[in-house]
């Protein structure tokens, strides 16, 4: 299952993260930056999935692929820990 987030103008200014099919908002940030920093960090921690970035009238802007979390933080090659 992958994990998606949208980030989207809020109604009263700012930007929003939002999961798909949720009734409230995953978190509130003032610069579209922020928003996306946020919502780039909740897909990468869910294990990769994908960022929808939209623009001030609602369309979509881009999409990015997070690859998973993890993938950063691997264990070295257990042959060469055996020394």
């Known amino acids: ?3 998606r987030r949208h980030v989207v ?6 930007w929003n993260v939002v ?4 009734k409230r908002i995953s978190s509130h940030h ?3 930056a922020q928003a996306e920093a946020r919502a780039r960090d909740i897909v990468t921690k869910a294990g990769g999935g994908e960022v929808v970035i939209h ?5 979509v802007r881009r999409t990015d692929a997070i690859s998973p979390g ?12 055996t020394g």
């Open 30 to 32: 003032s610069t579209e």
């Open 19 to 22: 999961k798909p099919g949720a």
């Open 9 to 14: 103008p809020a109604a009263r200014g700012g």
């Open 55 to 59: 623009r001030a009238d609602g369309t």
């Open 70 to 81: 993890y993938a950063a933080f691997r264990p070295r090659d257990a042959r060469r820990l």
């Open 1 to 3: 299952m992958q994990i």
